[in-house]
């Protein structure tokens, strides 16, 4: 897969104003790896604040931290991840492109029988998080953000969201963003075999190209802070 090497101006301007983000961004990362707002601070490993380019005009936003995402420290990099990432491929971008974080930003998990498993974050947990998620999405101020699954889907668009009736739909509704939607999360994608995972997957391909069109789309809409 090839990339686009040479800038825009309209990049290379926006790339300029990105240092600050980083740094904005690290100071929040690092006063959230001490955060102990919830228990999940009790189970974890690594605070999983988020990556990418801290400027980027999509966001995605999961659900929470894996096993390996907790040892890590980093969104999406089991095998959840690979399948975003060739998703995202698929639709010519790469992770530096993006920004990827978590409703939560440690991992929700409780034992059976004795093995460690992982768990949707419970509703106090995704509230203790979302002042840690607000500010993120406040330094990038991203164009468009695509929820992955649900759980994102509530949180971030509307409480009954229903993945299966809603996913690929915009909402201009965000305080965050000034377009939102849902697609299928690739760990839901990896539960499916033969022809309903294809069918799944190229669902996640057309709902990550559909917000890379909205991203074009947007840049040239009137800006409504200037008027
Ligand atoms: N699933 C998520 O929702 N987020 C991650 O970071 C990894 C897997």
Not at 94 to 107: A, L, Q, T
Not at 197 to 207: C, I, K, N, S
Request: hydrophobic share 35%; aromatic share 8%; charged share 25%.
């Amino acid at each position: 897969m090839r990339y686009k090497t040479r800038k825009s101006t309209r990049e290379e301007f926006l790339d300029n104003l990105a240092p600050d983000n980083q740094a904005q961004l690290f100071t929040l990362s690092s006063a959230a790896s001490g955060c102990t707002a919830c228990g999940l601070s009790k189970t974890r490993n690594k605070v999983v604040f988020g990556e990418g380019k801290p400027n980027a005009p999509l966001v995605f936003v999961g659900e929470g931290p894996g096993q390996n995402e907790d040892a890590s420290g980093r969104p999406f990099v089991g095998r959840a991840g690979e399948l975003l990432d060739q998703c995202l491929a698929e639709c010519r971008m790469n992770r530096s492109h993006v920004y990827i974080c978590n409703i939560v930003k440690c991992r929700a998990c409780l034992m059976e029988f004795g093995r460690v498993k992982n768990r949707q974050p419970a509703p106090e947990e995704i509230d203790s998080c979302s002042d840690w998620l607000a500010k993120q999405l406040g330094i990038i101020q991203p164009m468009v953000i695509v929820c992955l699954g649900a759980p994102a889907a509530n949180t971030l668009i509307h409480a009954n969201f229903k993945i299966t009736q809603e996913r690929g739909k915009w909402f201009d509704t965000s305080p965050h963003c000034r377009y939102i939607s849902a697609a299928l999360h690739p760990a839901y994608i990896l539960r499916q075999d033969g022809p309903a995972y294809l069918h799944a997957r190229q669902m996640l391909v057309d709902d990550i190209e559909a917000a890379r069109k909205k991203v074009i789309a947007a840049r040239k809409e009137p800006n409504p802070a200037l008027f």
